[in-house]
């Protein structure tokens, strides 16, 4: 009987995102300027759609229970948007594009550009790889991860001996290291820029900006860089810098070495690399600013600080709530006498990803380019005057912008705890590919359950409130999937979680952008003999999913570690197409339609490596 239970449950769980739907695009944008949102929810009582051009604003339902608003006109670009259902933030269901971010969940509209002209479209142009990595942090004493782009050449033959500069890129408060690429789309801004002759060919690392998020005792006293010491910093110099440059060919010199990032990411860009000028020549602020106070004297020895900077190069929006202090820290480089390069924008909707992406493809363009950026450098204008009406930023302000999430999963002993705050709600039960269940509401409107089996799993689930579908706002991880997107449970304590495993070697997973495929590639040299798993993802996967929920990687990463299997290479077949019958190395064949949950999958896959040895 339960067999049968959980087989009707799973069969729920998988099905939910196939129904029919008589809204097939949630988003068009109209030849006006203009978008028109969409969404399907015929017992909503209220819908509004909160989108960055135009804010919160009311959709009206018609007799299917479709709920609609046209707003603008807009500028061509990408906007984060959700839908507010009830008072609940939901992202768009059928939206592919979504924002990574440790707690709001939206998607992304891209509205655009009549002529192609934007700086980070999807032209046809050579294309680099991304890879995910994960290296042991003995500043940390944990497992971090980073992403690494590598431009269109690196790979090509005749280049094995060529190495690159490489620029360490972070994103903002509560990002993940995943949103330079996702959101910022740092990687085709870099392919155009390249192709077009105007931008040296550089590896871009995108560091997780705030590591101790991922140990099950994060550090007191405040936020990464701003108050607690330097925690991001002495991860970046001591062991993300020497990972990168064991793994990748890198030129390992302060020429050809840049630093900076957007907001918080900025911030910690800037004091990274102040204080490493022996490190770091090229130093990019994107909506930030950093300390007065930094230690070595870098704000007092003048001619040597501007002798060792080739680029120090500040941007802003003049609408940003940052402002304030941005210009008051660029009036202070005045004062001082340090040389830097100043920009302002005034139509791209403050501190958003809108600016964060025009000023970095502003910077590209002078990265590595002694010339250029000295030519820069020598026309940089003085800061903006002060006009006494900035918004000053502030901890109120900081409290405000970031409000105290609620605590979602929280993981016990032997159970998980999961909540989510929705005050008017009437019902929200929990949702797994194992059980559903009903949530129970305290005084202050947040709802909870306690969950005490296959706690050790790692499993998809959503909160349903009042008939509607829900990721965890509080839950950084997400399924990649290609319909409604899933939290994932991903419990430290689970067998094969990447957070416990100590200091072992890990393996990359590399995403072709040019044929949607994603490799997975062992901590030995590359050897394409050694034993070939080929991935085929389920019906609403994508080519991430095996390694972002199925964790292909970490299992054979520790088996590896182990020595209860050997070396072999992944491949996640989105088509099922590729034809392997004269391959030289052994094949193998994971299919995920096999399976009805994704512990199923990895217990297969972790029998199929343990027979390889």
């Not at 860089?225 to 001591?238: E, I, S």
């Not at 008051?328 to 390069?341: A, N, P, Q, T, W």
Request: glycine share 8%; with cysteine.
């Amino acid at each position: 009987m339960k067999l049968k239970m959980f087989m009707c449950v799973a069969a729920c769980f998988c099905a939910a995102a196939t129904l029919a739907q008589k809204v097939q695009q949630s988003t068009v944008c109209n030849a006006d300027g203009t978008v028109t949102f969409r969404y399907e929810n015929p017992n909503a009582k209220d819908v509004q759609v909160d989108v960055q051009f135009a804010g919160r604003n009311p959709m009206k339902k018609d007799a299917n229970g479709v709920w609609t608003a046209t707003l603008g006109p807009a500028a061509p670009d990408m906007y984060p948007y959700c839908f507010v259902v009830d008072g609940v933030s939901v992202m768009d269901p059928l939206c592919p594009q979504y924002f990574p971010n440790e707690g709001f969940k939206n998607s992304l509209l891209e509205i655009p550009a009549k002529s192609g002209s934007l700086a980070h479209d999807i032209k046809k142009v050579p294309h680099g790889l991304v890879e995910y990595i994960h290296y042991y942090s003995n500043s940390l004493k944990g497992t971090n991860n980073a992403i690494v782009y590598l431009p269109p050449s690196y790979d090509k033959k005749g280049n094995e001996n060529k190495r690159y500069p490489v620029f360490y890129l972070i994103s903002g408060t509560t990002d993940t290291e995943e949103v330079y690429y996702k959101v910022g789309r740092m990687n085709y801004i870099l392919d155009n820029l390249v192709a077009e002759g105007k931008a040296k060919e550089m590896i871009i690392v995108l560091p997780y900006g705030n590591p101790t998020k991922l140990l099950p005792a994060p550090p007191q006293g405040g936020m990464m860089g701003m108050g607690m010491g330097d925690v991001f910093g002495n991860d970046l110099v001591k062991d993300l810098m020497p990972y990168v440059e064991s793994h990748y060919r890198t030129i390992n010199d302060r020429d050809h070495r840049a630093i900076g990032g957007f907001s918080r990411g900025g911030n910690q860009g800037l004091s990274c690399g102040l204080t490493n000028l022996d490190k770091f020549s090229y130093l990019c602020s994107y909506s930030s600013f950093t300390s007065t106070t930094l230690p070595g004297g870098v704000y007092d020895n003048i001619a040597d600080t501007n002798s060792k900077i080739h680029l120090f190069w500040l941007g802003v929006g003049t609408d940003d709530f940052l402002y304030g202090t941005a210009r008051d820290y660029m009036e202070f480089l005045d004062k001082k006498g340090i040389r830097s390069v100043k920009e302002y924008t005034h139509d791209k909707y403050g501190h958003t990803w809108m600016n964060a992406k025009y000023f970095l493809d502003k910077t590209m363009r002078l990265l590595f380019n002694p010339e250029a950026s000295e030519e820069a450098m020598k026309n940089g204008q003085k800061a903006l005057a002060a006009t006494g009406k900035e918004e000053a930023f502030t901890p109120a302000v900081m409290a405000r912008l970031f409000p105290r999430a609620v605590v979602s999963p929280e993981f016990g002993g032997d159970d998980i705890t999961f909540r989510i705050s929705a005050p008017e709600a009437k019902e929200v039960l929990f949702k797994s590919e194992f059980v559903t269940k009903p949530m129970q509401k305290d005084a202050d409107g947040v709802w909870s359950i306690k969950i005490e089996d296959n706690v050790t799993e790692t499993f998809k689930y959503c909160f349903v409130v009042d008939g509607t579908q829900v990721a965890d706002p509080s839950n950084m991880y997400l399924s990649p999937d290609k319909g409604f997107k899933y939290s994932v449970s991903n419990n430290p304590a689970a067998p094969y979680s990447l957070l416990s495993m100590g200091d072992i070697k890990h393996g990359k997973v590399s995403y072709d952008l040019n044929t949607n495929v994603a490799y997975y590639y062992p901590p030995v040299d590359k050897d394409p003999l050694l034993p070939l798993i080929r991935l085929i993802p389920g019906a609403d996967d994508t080519m991430e999913s095996w390694f972002k929920v199925g964790g292909a990687n970490a299992i054979a990463d520790k088996l590896l570690a182990q020595g209860r299997t050997q070396p072999c290479n992944m491949i996640t077949d989105v088509n099922a197409k590729a034809d392997f019958s004269k391959a030289k190395m052994k094949v193998y064949t994971l299919n995920a339609a096999d399976y009805k949950t994704w512990a199923e999958r990895r217990k297969a896959l972790e029998q199929l490596l343990l027979s390889l040895k």
